[in-house]
């Protein structure tokens, strides 16, 4: 084995004693039921993980990654995580986070045949082909990527309010409210993109509307 991946045992064995040294019951306490508020969509980059930014501590985050943080529902994998946390964990918040300097998006700027990613990437340069027009206005390549890395989060949450579970709960509870974040790699900071839930799934209700309102102010009341 590497040292690289021998070390990484032995940082655990220290992680453990110093937790317990804190705290006795810490994994007793983790073990338990989790009842996290928040579910985080972010992408799989290695250079900062969600609780480590938001400063989170260990079952107050569900957390779901993947190559540019994209919610594609033809993949399983990202709907049945954001079911079971509407569903199922309750959260009360749904955060889309993307990140400037995204490999992930810049690839899908790229004009080359990337085999197995093409299908994948090929959901970022929809995002592209919807706002291709202000994309291309920007003159700046730099700020061209960021944009897009804007504007995927944009996408990426209007995709999160398209579906069934989303809409049936807010319409019950209120909640979840979905949120699109970017992580600047550059300062370290959260930057809030502000997009207005209740608009978009105002304005996209009448083609995406997967709910029986009448149907589901009836289980409100029971």
């Known amino acids: 084995m590497s040292q690289s991946y021998e070390v990484?045992?032995?940082n655990n064995r220290k992680w453990v004693?110093?937790?317990?040294?804190q705290d006795p019951n810490f994994f007793s306490e983790l073990a338990k039921t989790q009842t996290p508020e928040f579910l985080?969509?972010?992408?799989?980059?290695?250079r900062a993980t969600a609780e480590e930014l938001m400063g989170a501590k260990p079952g107050e985050v569900f957390v779901h990654r993947n190559i540019a943080n994209v919610v594609n529902t033809l993949d399983m994998s990202s709907t049945a995580v954001i079911q079971y946390a509407v569903e199922h964990l309750k959260v009360k918040h749904?955060?889309?986070?993307g990140h400037y300097n995204c490999g992930g998006v810049k690839a899908a700027m790229t004009?080359?045949?990337l085999g197995l990613l093409n299908p994948w990437l090929r959901n970022i340069r929809d995002?592209?082909?919807l706002h291709q027009a202000e994309l291309d206005s920007i003159e700046d390549e730099g700020k061209r990527y960021d944009k897009l890395v804007e504007l995927n989060v944009q996408?990426?949450?209007?995709n999160v309010i398209k579906m069934a579970c989303v809409q049936?709960?807010?319409i019950l509870e209120e909640y979840p409210v979905v949120h699109g974040w970017v992580f600047d790699l550059r300062t370290g900071k959260i930057i809030d993109l502000e997009i207005d839930f209740e608009k978009i799934l105002k304005d996209i209700q009448k083609i995406y509307n997967l709910t029986s309102s009448d149907w589901v102010m009836s289980r409100k009341t029971t």
Do not use: W
């Open 127 to 129: 995002v592209y082909r």
């Open 111 to 113: 004009p080359q045949d």
């Open 168 to 170: 049936e709960r807010y």
């Open 8 to 10: 990484i045992f032995e």
């Open 17 to 21: 004693e110093s937790k317990i040294a």
């Open 155 to 158: 996408e990426q949450c209007i």
């Open 40 to 46: 985080y969509i972010g992408c799989s980059d290695s």
């Open 94 to 97: 749904i955060i889309v986070c």
